[in-house]
């Protein structure tokens, strides 16, 4: 089946620094999605990405599809206590129905 | 108002016994899904299902079975519960066709917790 690999695993980080992750994978992708999880509660959808190439923003976050479908990125600027969570990307090809979720990154902002 | 409910929150029973997690989204999206969240906080799906058809089933032991009673309900029945079952499951739920097919509300989860 399609495998994501999302790096880091975790992040420690000062509070206002920037944060980058991503997704790779080994198979092309037509739709990227990136969730955040709070503690005790479900992912909820922080964006979508639709088009190869394309760069979109949510506040402090932005995201982009990379070129060759097969790997996306998140960003976070000026991180705050509140970004603290599990950050998954999600991966899906129409043709098989399902997202493919990545093993999630998980962000600690020291105040 | 709650998009995507489950009931219970938290379920902790002993090994062998059979338990249902009940899951409603009143979104009304066509396809619903269950997942596992295991300690490690990996993300598995486990089961689609579409205007109450199931459509994916990811190798999950037959002792569980998702029933849609409806499309706005998709319930999960596990039998002979094991230690292993222990986790968070997920209910979620998303549009049919187009675009916004793609993304997924979730639920809060319910913790299980085998003993």
């Known amino acids: 089946g399609q495998q994501l690999n999302q790096s880091p695993q975790s992040m420690f980080i000062q509070e206002g620094e920037d944060v980058s992750m991503n997704c790779t994978s080994s198979?092309?992708?037509?739709?990227w999605l990136w969730y955040k999880q709070d503690p005790g509660e479900g992912p909820v959808l922080l964006i979508a990405l639709y088009k190869a190439g394309e760069l979109t923003s949510n506040g402090r976050l932005t995201a982009q599809f990379g070129i060759t479908r097969k790997d996306s990125f998140l960003n976070i600027s000026a991180s705050i206590p509140s970004d603290v969570g599990i950050y998954f990307c999600?991966?899906?090809?129409?043709?098989?129905?399902?997202?493919?979720f990545g093993d999630g990154t998980t962000l600690t902002v020291k105040p | 108002d709650t998009a995507v409910s489950q009931t219970p929150k938290y379920l902790v029973t002993q090994m062998g016994n059979d338990k249902s997690i009940k899951c409603e989204q009143n979104l009304g999206h066509d396809t619903m899904y269950w997942y596992k969240q295991d300690s490690k906080k990996f993300l598995k799906i486990m089961f689609s299902?579409?205007?109450?058809?199931?459509?994916i089933n990811e190798t999950v032991p037959n002792r569980f079975s998702p029933k849609s009673p409806d499309k706005a309900h998709l319930n999960l029945h596990i039998n002979s519960l094991e230690l292993g079952d222990s986790a968070v499951y997920f209910c979620?739920?998303?549009?049919?066709?187009?675009?916004?097919?793609?993304?997924?509300?979730f639920g809060p989860g319910t913790r299980l917790t085998v003993l």
């Open positions: 979620a739920s998303s549009r049919q066709g187009g675009r916004l097919s793609n993304e997924q509300f």
């Open positions: 198979s092309i992708f037509n739709t």
């Open positions: 299902y579409n205007n109450k058809e199931l459509i």
């Open positions: 999600a991966g899906l090809n129409t043709n098989a129905g399902k997202s493919t």
